[in-house]
């Protein structure tokens, strides 16, 4: 349970990263929010064997990662926290296509592993600029921005408290932890026992979720959330964005890793 607890409280940090002062701290969040969405685009819409076209592109999440000053090991282990959700998806590659498409040190590869691998690096780049963006930018910002892009409010008010009372849902967690400890629990617990205990803590989120919820009620919530930053849409914006649309554009239309090794190979004349 403690490692459940850890990894909310892992991902709900990312914030923490976006109240620095960096290069990237005056662009409108919707430039960022719409220059991931054309990344995330890019990136999906090559073949399913793609591998090494996909590569350049991992350098748009490790630029703006350096540029809003988040350390690329803190992504990295967020990425491997949710890697197996993604191996789950391709594992099955292998077993389903077994038509070789090239022989690695003598050894026919199938395209099914190609896949698989493909499935990974799609993975990663996806999944980490997804929380590059956070990192650099806010959850709640995030929100506010794709609330102002026409996305309906319903949906951006969810995604705020999912994200806010992750924190909360950690509390509860450490807390039945804690005191299953001092009634001297072991260490480990047995399979049988996750049920009741996540029984029991859904009761109790679901309760302290409703104490939440008529508090702010209370407090004159009427269903939207709102943000004191006032967003104002910049000439630097759209060259930011402009900038992104045009490489991703370009990487996607000229096989960068094909490029590069042959002027390394000197086959370009």
Same mark, same amino acid.
């Given at each position: ?14 914030? @923490? ?13 919707? @430039?960022?929010?719409? /220059? ?9 819409? &090559? ?6 076209? %996909?590569?350049?592109? +991992?350098? &748009? ?5 350096v540029l809003g000053e988040v350390p690329l090991k803190a992504i990295g282990t967020k990425i491997l926290a949710a890697a197996p959700f993604a191996v789950m998806v391709g594992i099955f590659n292998p077993l389903i296509d077994h038509k070789p498409l090239f022989e690695l040190f003598g050894i026919p590869v ?12 799609? &993975? /990663?780049?996806?999944?980490?600029? +997804? ?34 009372? /992750? ?11 804690? /005191? ?8 480990? %617990? ?14 109790? @989120? ?24 006032? %967003? ?38």
């Open positions: 349970m403690s490692s459940i607890q850890s990894t909310l409280n892992d991902f709900a940090s990312l914030d @923490a990263y976006s109240t620095r002062q960096t290069a990237l701290s005056g662009l409108d969040p919707r @430039a960022k929010v719409l /220059a991931t969405l054309g990344f995330i685009i890019t990136v999906v819409s &090559f073949d399913r064997y793609a591998i090494a076209a %996909l590569l350049p592109f +991992a350098l &748009f999440p490790v630029v703006i990662a199938s395209g099914g592993w190609v896949s698989f691998a493909s499935i990974l690096l799609r &993975f /990663a780049l996806t999944v980490g600029v +997804a929380l590059v963006l956070v990192a650099t930018t806010g959850f709640q910002q995030i929100c506010v921005g794709l609330a102002r892009l026409g996305v309906p409010q319903e949906f951006t008010t969810q995604q705020l408290f999912m994200h806010r009372y /992750a924190l909360v849902l950690a509390g509860e967690v450490g807390r039945m932890n804690l /005191a299953r400890e001092l009634r001297g629990g072991a260490k480990s %617990l047995p399979l049988a026992v996750y049920g009741p205990m996540l029984g029991h803590l859904l009761l109790r @989120a679901m309760d302290r979720s409703q104490r939440i919820y008529q508090a702010m009620v209370s407090r004159g919530f009427s269903g939207e959330m709102r943000s004191n930053r006032v %967003l104002h849409w910049r000439a630097t914006d759209s060259l930011f964005l402009a900038t992104c649309w045009v490489c991703f554009a370009g990487a996607r239309h000229f096989d960068l890793s094909h490029l590069l090794g042959a002027i390394l190979m000197g086959r370009v004349t």
